[in-house]
């Protein structure tokens, strides 16, 4: 068992994801093998994030891929291998949706934390929505030495230190009272949308809002 996440958004979040990430992955030299090595990934990355890292064998990932299993170990040591590899291209396209929310940039810090959870909380409430892969590994792998878990918690760290960051450029009295706050309001929508459609997550924004006037001393 075994298998190892936006364009740069920062160069402290980006040397954070690389120092987790151990190794690095392995693939064939030509360019079959190349593609074969991509095609695995992106196969157990749309099967790891709907149906759980651990009730998705090798044999699954290799049939969708389409290619052998021994391709698959040319690339990947193991299941767990692969499933940090999930961990890192997860963590990539989470802090290009968070520091790009709906494929915009923004320069004020509450306009900023305010598009994503409104981002986030429509596609939180669709039909099969799955929450945030990250947070499902540290659910799945209790381990803290499973290498899927270890890429997950210190993102997890990165990402408490960005809001606080924003909640400092706020104004907030406790910045980081307000971003753990804002991160609270955040994990409790990656969990209860995959709950139900009718869920609290329609209300994040509306609290997001009530959150940081709260906090925020008026000028």
Not at 58 to 65: H, I, L, M, Y
């Amino acid at each position: 068992k075994a298998f190892p996440g936006e364009a740069a958004a920062g160069s402290r979040r980006e040397n954070a994801s690389k120092q987790e990430s151990g190794a690095p992955l392995r693939s064939h030299r030509d360019g079959k093998g190349v593609r074969a090595a991509d095609r695995i990934r992106a196969s157990a990355s749309e099967l790891f994030y709907r149906e759980g890292i651990r009730a998705v064998g090798v044999d699954e990932v290799v049939e969708r891929a389409g290619v052998t299993k021994p391709s698959l170990y040319r690339s990947f040591a193991s299941k767990d291998d692969l499933a940090a590899a999930y961990m890192r291209d997860y963590d990539l396209d989470f802090w290009e949706k968070f520091e790009n929310p709906g494929g915009k940039s923004y320069s004020d810090p509450r306009e900023h934390v305010l598009a994503y959870i409104r981002v986030l909380s429509t596609r939180a409430v669709r039909e099969g929505y799955r929450g945030c892969g990250l947070s499902n590994a540290t659910v799945e792998y209790p381990s803290r030495d499973n290498p899927a878990r270890q890429v997950a918690e210190a993102h997890k760290k990165v990402f408490r230190k960005r809001l606080r960051e924003l909640a400092a450029g706020m104004g907030a009295r406790q910045p980081a009272v307000l971003g753990d706050a804002l991160l609270l309001l955040i994990e409790g929508i990656y969990s209860t949308g995959q709950q139900s459609e009718e869920g609290p997550a329609q209300s994040a924004l509306a609290v997001a809002k009530l959150l940081i006037d709260a906090s925020v001393t008026k000028g």
